[in-house]
């Protein structure tokens, strides 16, 4: 990690120094907590409404579609058009989209069409915002400054979820409608904070000097699919993103595991909660611990540690079939997880090439996540044929080989740039 990532800091302000990066943390800590909020109010306000639980559900269903549909035309946006308009433009929607519901919510109960209406626009919205504030802080943040600016960007958003449900409960005691404005007012506090932050500056994967020959159709294709090529082409970040993607499954089905397993045993609420909160804190300290890591070992121990520790612990929860370890193992990979994930995206951050960053991000994403809702299903085949226990090893075995794959990763290789890239086209 050392020979990839320039860690010279002589002559470089502190990051908290830095106006645009803290304000534009600053903006997001506020949007994030009040995400947060209306993820947990709103299948609550469905319920209350009358609807089934079912079709509450159909709110996290309606999530995740649409941020897999939306990932890579947010990172194509991202990587063609001005970032601080794409940024401006995805707060003040949302804040309007969320204040809506918050207006109507004073009136009468909710439908299930505003309600699934206001997740489908949030959260394509937030797919654009991302990667162009990627993009952003790649741009305000030196590089060997990216580390603790993408380690503290992910402590925000575990700082959300820890705050998020106390304070959801909270407000929406005293109306159904107090959370929703509080998240439409976050939102423009966001907006305000990317407009003073954020200068623009247009990115284009084709200068105007040089205009493309080829048909508008074929310069399409070739500009959407960059990001595809880039990571076929790059061994380090193919074989990255498979092992994320084995990652996300194991880690998805380890907290259905810890859920449905654990919560039918006897006070099972209490612990799965206990547990929950423990890793959202757990997962604060370790994104809070990433410079330390990405200084002091190496990228492939990084990569190995998280899930060697996950099995170890599981292994123990095999063996004396106790619910601690297995919760400790849940805990370790909570811990490590966001280490690892900040290194591979310093990584990137620092070797892919600006005009194609937005579009080699989500597609890394996308493949990472692609296999993700697999977890809760595997999960619940494996405690209706085994017990927890024996649920606990299936799982350790499946991180031991994860923990594996670093081991044989190729080291980070020199960008492809855009110039090649479309010669080879």
């Given at each position: 990690m050392t020979a990839t990532v320039p860690?010279?800091?002589?002559?470089?302000?502190?990051?908290?120094?830095?106006?645009?990066?803290?304000?534009?943390?600053?903006?997001?800590?506020?949007?994030?907590?009040?995400?947060?909020?209306?993820?947990?109010?709103?299948?609550?306000?469905?319920?209350?409404?009358?609807?089934?639980?079912t079709v509450a559900a159909t709110i996290g269903t309606a999530s995740l579609v649409v941020a897999l549909v939306t990932r890579l035309p947010a990172g194509y946006l991202s990587d063609r058009y001005d970032q601080r308009t794409l940024m401006l433009l995805c707060d003040l929607l949302r804040m309007v989209t969320v204040g809506a519901v918050a207006l109507y919510v004073l009136l009468r109960p909710v439908p299930i069409a505003l309600a699934l209406a206001t997740v489908i626009v949030s959260d394509a919205a937030l797919e654009v915002f991302?990667?162009?504030?990627?993009?952003?802080?790649?741009?305000?943040?030196?590089?060997?400054?990216?580390?603790?600016?993408?380690?503290?960007?992910?402590?925000?958003?575990?700082?959300?979820?820890?705050?998020a449900p106390a304070a959801a409960g909270l407000l929406l005691s005293l109306s159904p409608s107090v959370p929703f404005t509080v998240d439409a007012l976050t939102f423009g506090a966001s907006a305000l904070c990317v407009a003073a932050a954020v200068r623009s500056r247009r990115s284009t994967a084709t200068p105007a000097s040089a205009p493309d020959p080829r048909p508008e159709r074929t310069r399409f294709r070739t500009e959407f699919t960059a990001g595809w090529r880039y990571l076929i082409r790059d061994p380090f970040m193919r074989c990255s993103a498979a092992y994320f993607a084995g990652i996300n499954v194991a880690f998805s089905a380890l907290a259905f595991a810890l859920i449905l397993g654990v919560g039918r045993e006897p006070h099972g609420a209490v612990m799965v909660g206990t547990a929950m909160s423990a890793a959202a804190v757990?997962?604060?300290?370790?994104?809070?611990?990433?410079?330390?890591?990405?200084?002091?070992?190496s990228l492939k121990v990084t990569l190995s540690a998280a899930p060697a520790l996950g099995a170890a612990l599981l292994a123990l929860a095999w063996a004396g079939g106790g619910t601690v370890a297995f919760v400790a193992g849940f805990c370790a990979l909570c811990l490590l997880t966001p280490v690892t994930a900040a290194t591979f995206a310093t990584?990137?951050?620092?070797?892919?090439?600006?005009?194609?960053?937005?579009?080699?991000?989500?597609?890394?994403?996308?493949?990472?996540?692609?296999?993700?809702?697999?977890?809760?299903?595997?999960?619940?085949?494996?405690?209706?044929?085994?017990?927890?226990?024996?649920?606990?090893?299936?799982?350790?075995?499946?991180?031991?080989?994860?923990?594996?794959?670093?081991?044989?990763?190729?080291?980070?290789?020199?960008?492809?740039?855009?110039?090649?890239?479309?010669?080879?086209s």
């Open positions: 860690l010279n800091t002589v002559n470089t302000p502190r990051l908290s120094r830095n106006r645009e990066f803290r304000l534009l943390w600053i903006g997001q800590a506020l949007s994030d907590f009040g995400s947060s909020m209306t993820f947990i109010v709103m299948p609550l306000v469905l319920l209350a409404a009358g609807y089934s639980a991302r990667p162009a504030q990627n993009k952003v802080i790649r741009r305000i943040v030196p590089p060997q400054q990216l580390g603790a600016a993408l380690s503290l960007n992910q402590a925000r958003a575990y700082g959300a979820d820890i705050a757990v997962g604060l300290v370790g994104s809070l611990l990433t410079p330390l890591f990405q200084r002091h070992i990584i990137m951050a620092v070797a892919v090439p600006e005009e194609i960053y937005g579009r080699v991000t989500t597609t890394s994403s996308l493949l990472a996540q692609l296999l993700q809702p697999l977890g809760p299903l595997a999960a619940g085949l494996l405690l209706a044929r085994l017990s927890l226990p024996s649920t606990a090893g299936v799982l350790a075995v499946a991180l031991a080989l994860l923990a594996g794959v670093p081991l044989a990763l190729p080291a980070p290789t020199q960008p492809i740039t855009p110039a090649q890239d479309r010669s080879s």
